[in-house]
């Protein structure tokens, strides 16, 4: 199964309101990263947060990070038209062998800013 | 403008044919992956590599082979042993551990 779970699956809101998207995981990481994906394209990295931070800020995204919860939360603040995407959250838990880092990634959730 | 290029984006594979992924990089990135992702779901890890001449079977390598002759190229081979292989498949680089990954556009793979 999946370690990252979003929630909620979809998400619908007007312009100008706030987003929130939740994320829970199943064993310890490293860090988590949330990712971005129009229809039909790749994944853009928007923010990452270690294991040992609580809160991160990134323009209009806030993302927090309860490692006794396992759970990671993602704020859209003023929401645009152009937010419309899916969301991501990845967690890096392992080496992978030879080096580098393996994300497992959650379902995402599909966010529809309306005018 | 550095960046991941994936190529074609659509492709389409006929019964019993291998089909090749193209998956080139100019941001000088040692690592590589590649990802399989179906509707409704995640991404799924199915080849990575560390350095070139070197690369390592993920979650759901059975019915793909990869090379990595030059650092700035990946290819991913759908063979004909992969039943279902209808999906997106992305590649993505990173500079090592702990990084972020950045994204192609990805490959739109269908049967006909």
């Known amino acids: 199964s999946q370690q990252g779970e979003e929630d909620p699956q979809a998400l619908s809101i007007q312009e100008g309101e706030n987003a929130t998207m939740n994320c829970s995981y199943k064993t310890s990481i490293n860090n988590l990263q949330w990712y971005r994906q129009n229809s039909g394209r790749g994944l853009v990295h928007l923010i990452l947060?270690?294991?040992?931070?609580r809160e991160k800020h990134s323009g209009r995204l806030r993302v927090t990070l309860d490692t006794s919860k396992k759970s990671s939360s993602l704020l859209i603040t003023a929401s645009r038209a152009a937010d419309t995407a899916s969301y991501f959250c990845?967690?890096?838990?392992?080496?992978?062998?030879?080096?580098?880092?393996?994300?497992?990634f959650g379902t995402g959730t599909q966010l529809k800013v309306e005018l | 403008d550095g960046g991941i290029t994936q190529s074609p984006k659509y492709l389409f594979r006929k019964e019993g044919q291998n089909v090749t992924l193209s998956c080139e990089q100019n941001l000088n990135h040692d690592a590589m992956y590649w990802y399989r992702q179906d509707p409704g779901q995640g991404l799924r890890l199915i080849y990575y590599s560390q350095i070139v001449n070197d690369f390592q079977k993920g979650d759901i390598a059975e019915g793909y082979s990869v090379s990595r002759e030059k650092k700035e190229s990946f290819p991913l081979t759908v063979t004909s042993a992969q039943k279902n292989p209808t999906a997106f498949y992305l590649c993505?680089?990173?500079?090592?551990?702990?990084?972020?990954?950045?994204f192609g556009d990805g490959t739109r793979l269908s049967i006909l």
């Open positions: 947060i270690r294991s040992n931070e």
């Open positions: 990845a967690t890096d838990s392992s080496i992978l062998t030879g080096g580098g880092n393996k994300l497992t």
């Open positions: 993505a680089s990173s500079w090592g551990v702990r990084q972020p990954q950045h």
